[in-house]
């Protein structure tokens, strides 16, 4: 067998590769020579052949095949091999891999061993890579090496103590002793992994900083060393660019950061230092700077004197002006540190900071932007939000969502007149439209509807805007949504603000139902188009026909959100017109409520209005009332009391309250037997806090068993329960619907009514078609509510056509199981 | 310090050094995006990125780009000598270094780095110490 190729002949045969088959091709043949060269248990060559594994491993080929040989070089007598084998270990053997802890026994031979090579090699493996297993049995030794006279295996042993620490922390009262005299050292790098070192001790353990600060007398040593440092001559060997060993210096003022941090005594200690170094290090290069920075950093992070903080203050403005990139980008990182606790004294260079937007580097744009907004305050937010939007208009789209929010929250902290406030919103909407948060639509609306006085600028303004441009989502949500509101003021031809603009009821119809119509427009400006123009119905005298005329249309729109909404208006124009005005009323003022939840849900078979636009509490349109005579026909006549809706008092406003008044009579008008008590209406609020953004389940199964509900002519029912993860008194059942027949049973729908102590939600099914042969399930959320852990019962009504005939049944539901109401 | 990149102007690695335990999968993405995100980044910029929770400092020398990823307490500016530093250890040792050297003895690379830095930390500050140990420890090879 001849000898394998060198490891350099390899490399360059590779090199010489043209495409990556080729490559791949040479990579395969010279594998598979490896892997037979393995089998054959070469000793002379396994390291040419593990180091030729390694760099094809770095070209991205798999290389697992060589972990077992590592270990056999690591064991091997020869120090070339030890050095391969510790090497392929690093990057082959991490420890997620089996094999990794047969390297201990090796590690602690090799920190045993006479040379000390071989050694620091067995304390880097360690320090790089060890797990916590391997930590664990070697910590002893580490230990031991952390005491020895030699400094070369002294500061490997401190860093591979640290890697312990780190991964195994409760071993780091192990080194304690240790560390007595590491700091009496003369050689740099001991010092140095010292250093770090007590870092570790310190910021992982409360106790250790206390030990330290206390009994060690550790700052006043840190203190001496750093001055040596800076005071001493010219020293070659650690010297960088005239300054003495930057590495140690900056290691040794984080240490003294975290010591001097919430301790008077330890930071007055550090004051002198801190000031010398502040003021004689050289600020050229960027050696004198990262020092600088560092003791930046230390100043503000202690308890230090005014007069430093302001000196510190000062070096990080004179960052801000340097024309290295990387010092300005760290003068805006450390001043957004310390705006919140020095803010005064970074308001002093706002106007620095504030040209930082202008830079061409992204990331110091960035920090710019963030750093000025947390600069905005009542006295300066009209000139920072000038500055601001005009960031806005130019920036990277990546921004512009952060920006956008953050000149909303600006604007909602500081603003300093409503119009003001409108007239910003408008500015950002028109210009990053299309980045704005979805979350920022409803806070608009709501902070449009509380501004009264503006109403009919703020429409003008909006239409005006809507004429130019219908391509921003967020843009013509909020333009609809105001004109459906406010259209009266729109066409009524007067302004306060501005020069009111002359426009007709029908140009305004035209370019809602422009936006009705547009490709551009996804499905909710749709939805929010329509609402605002059946809103116009009570408000535009002369265009009632055509509104109408409009719905119509859409009440066979593909789109089912669109054609729910149509069908809806479309009866409340045959059957409820004299409902009409008080349901299209104009909103009120809201209260801001912590609650994201949708709408209150009006009950019918089950399908809810989730409504976007009318963020907090009523809807605007009840549903068609045949669906709640089938209710009251489902719940008259028997023990089963309705459950009876009570308006909550607080959080509706009158609007509300009329609405649930015109449900009561309505149902009284349904000719229903049982005495009076309205219809069973859905949800309290609280059922609806935080549901629609909480997962629907709790990862914490209750273990409640499911159960079949109702099982009839091939149509069975099942329930499965969970409990809601917001509210423990309510359940959630999934209903599935199956059918056995070979006929689907289509126009399913599912309707439950419930006990007088207790509260239904019933929530959209997921189709009404039951397919044939259990080939799939209509699905459907029900939630109950139970306060007084009564046991539950439900009747069901279930209607569905099957075979062309339309079947219906009614059951009651008692066999839940006691772990579902309990 | 999590890791250590060297990669070159083609966005090919020229050395790994990872101080984190990862899997394999996640090391060869989190290089994709490094080189990725670096070579795409403007000329006259600074040499600082944030990426997850970690802050990328990175530096061209001719044809080789060096990438750190470092913690948030770390200081970027001394990161900047670290990088420099290493540089001028393979400088040292091959004698005005170039992509090449390190490319053909990318195992010295290695063994340079790690009397460098241990666990992601500096272990020796004075560069002549280490070049020193470099040597010798080559003359103990057979």
Redo the contacts between chains.
């Keep these: 067998m001849p000898a394998p190729i060198r490891l350099r002949e390899l490399i360059r045969t590779i090199r010489t590769a043209r495409t990556q088959a080729e490559e791949r091709e040479m990579i395969q043949k010279e594998c598979a020579a490896i892997r037979s060269s393995f089998r054959e248990e070469d000793n002379t060559y396994r390291c040419r052949n593990v180091a030729k594994l390694l760099y094809m491993h770095m070209l991205g080929y798999p290389a697992h095949f060589g972990q077992l040989e590592c270990l056999k070089l690591i064991a091997s007598q020869k120090f070339t091999d030890k050095r391969i084998g510790y090497l392929g270990a690093m990057l082959l053997l991490d420890e997620r891999q089996d094999v990794h802890l047969l390297m201990t026994n090796c590690i602690k031979n090799d920190l045993n061993h006479s040379t000390q090579f071989v050694q620091g090699l067995a304390l880097c493996t360690l320090g790089c890579m060890g797990s916590s297993e391997m930590c664990r049995d070697l910590a002893g030794e580490v230990e031991k090496q952390l005491k020895t006279s030699n400094s070369y295996l002294r500061k490997k042993a401190a860093l591979s103590a640290v890697h312990v620490i780190r991964k195994v922390p409760e071993l780091m009262e192990m080194f304690l002793p240790a560390t007595k005299n590491l700091l009496n050292e003369k050689n740099h790098g001991v010092l140095h992994t010292s250093v770090v070192l007590l870092t570790e001790m310190c910021e992982r353990s409360p106790d250790m900083l206390a030990h330290f600060r206390k009994n060690e007398k550790l700052v006043p040593q840190l203190v001496r060393i750093l001055k040596n440092l800076i005071m001493s001559g010219y020293s070659p060997e650690h010297d960088v660019s005239g300054i003495s060993d930057p590495f140690l210096q900056v290691r040794i003022l984080r240490l003294l950061r975290i010591l001097g941090r919430n301790d008077d005594d330890s930071s007055e200690a550090m004051n002198d230092i801190l000031a010398q170094v502040a003021t004689n290090t050289e600020t050229s290069k960027n050696v004198g700077n990262a020092i600088l920075y560092e003791t930046v950093l230390t100043i503000m992070d202690i308890k230090s004197e005014s007069g430093l903080r302001v000196l510190a203050i000062n070096i990080l403005g004179r960052f801000l002006l340097n024309n290295d990139k990387n010092i300005r980008y760290v003068a805006l990182t450390s001043l957004l540190k310390t705006v919140q606790t020095d803010h005064n004294a970074v308001q002093r260079h706002r106007s620095t900071i504030v040209d930082c937007l202008k830079d061409l580097d992204v990331s110091i744009k960035r920090r710019a932007m963030e750093l000025s907004f947390a600069l905005v305050n009542g006295n300066n937010i009209r000139g920072m939000m000038k500055e601001l939007l005009y960031f806005l208009d130019s920036c990277d789209p990546e921004f512009k969502a952060d920006c956008a929010s953050g000149v909303f929250h600006a604007a909602e902290k500081y603003a300093p007149s409503k119009r003001w406030h409108i007239d910003t919103i408008m500015r950002v909407l028109t210009t990053a439209g299309s980045y704005v948060r979805d979350d920022a639509v409803p806070n608009l609306i709501q902070l449009i509807t509380n501004s009264v006085e503006m109403h009919g600028y703020t429409v003008q303004r909006l239409y005006k805007a809507l004429i130019d441009d219908i391509s921003q989502q967020p843009l013509i949500q909020v333009s609809s949504w105001c004109i459906g509101e406010y259209g009266d003021l729109l066409v009524s031809g007067k302004c306060e603000e501005e020069e009111p603009i002359q426009v007709t009821e029908d140009e305004v119809l035209d370019v809602l139902e422009g936006i009705l119509v547009s490709n551009l427009s996804s499905t909710v400006t749709r939805g929010y188009s329509l609402t605002a123009i059946m809103k116009l119905s009570t408000r535009f005298a002369s265009a009632v026909n055509r509104i109408k005329k409009i719905v119509l249309v859409y009440g066979s729109s593909i789109d089912v959100e669109l054609q729910q909404r149509a069908v809806e208006y479309n009866a409340l124009f045959k059957k409820y017109d004299h409902m009409r005005p008080a349901l299209l009323e104009r909103m009120p003022v809201m209260e801001k409520t912590s609650t994201n939840g949708p709408t209150e849900i009006v009950q019918t078979n089950g399908e809810t209005e989730p409504s976007i636009l009318e963020t907090k509490h009523m809807p605007s349109v009840p549903q068609p009332t045949n669906q709640a005579n089938d209710l009251l026909d489902l719940l008259g006549g028997n023990d089963v009391m309705p459950v009876i809706q009570t308006a909550p008092p607080t959080k509706l406003v009158s609007a509300g309250g009329e609405l649930l008044d015109l449900l009561g009579d309505l149902s009284l008008s349904g000719g229903v037997p049982a005495p009076g008590p309205p219809v069973s209406i859905s949800q309290p609020p609280f059922l609806l806090d935080g549901l629609a953004s909480q997962p629907l389940f709790n990862d914490v199964a209750a273990g409640i068993p499911p159960m079949i509900a109702y099982n009839k002519n091939g149509l069975k029912i099942d329930f499965a329960f969970e409990r809601s993860n917001t509210n423990p008194n309510i359940a959630v059942i999934t209903m599935q619907a199956s059918n056995s027949t070979e006929a689907e049973m289509t126009e399913f729908v599912f309707q439950a009514a419930v006990p007088k102590t207790f509260q239904l939600q019933l929530l959209s099914p997921s189709s009404n078609i039951v397919p044939a042969l259990n080939a799939g399930t209509v699905t459907q959320i029900i939630k109950v509510l139970n306060p007084q852990k009564q046991q539950l019962r439900m009747r069901v009504k279930l209607t569905y056509t099957h075979k062309g005939s339309s079947l219906q049944d009614l059951a009651e539901v008692n066999n839940f199981p006691p772990q579902s109401w309990q | 310090m999590h890791f250590m990149l060297l990669f070159s102007r083609q966005g090919k ?4 050094k ?2 984190i ?3 394999e999968r996640e090391k ?1 993405k989190i290089i994709r995006e490094m080189t990725q995100s670096v070579l795409a980044r ?1 000329p ?7 990426w997850k929770d970690l802050k990328i400092v990175y530096k061209r020398y001719a044809s080789l780009y060096i990438c750190c990823g470092m913690e948030d ?1 770390d ?4 990161t ?3 990088m420099h ?1 290493y540089i001028e250890l393979l400088d040292k040792y091959f004698g005005n270094v170039c992509e090449l050297d390190i ?2 003895n ?2 010295k690379a ?2 340079i780095l ?1 009397e460098f830095l ?2 992601g ?9 280490v070049s020193k ?1 470099i040597e ?2 080559d003359l ?3």
Aim: proline share 0%; glycine share 2%; with cysteine.
């Design positions: 690695l020229r050395l790994q990872w101080f335990a990862i899997e060869m403007q006259k910029t600074c040499n600082f990125m944030d307490q200081n970027e500016l001394l900047i000598e670290i530093r490319i053909f990318f195992e290695y063994f790690d241990i666990g930390e500096v272990q020796e500050t004075s560069k002549l110490s140990c010798e420890s103990m090879q057979e």
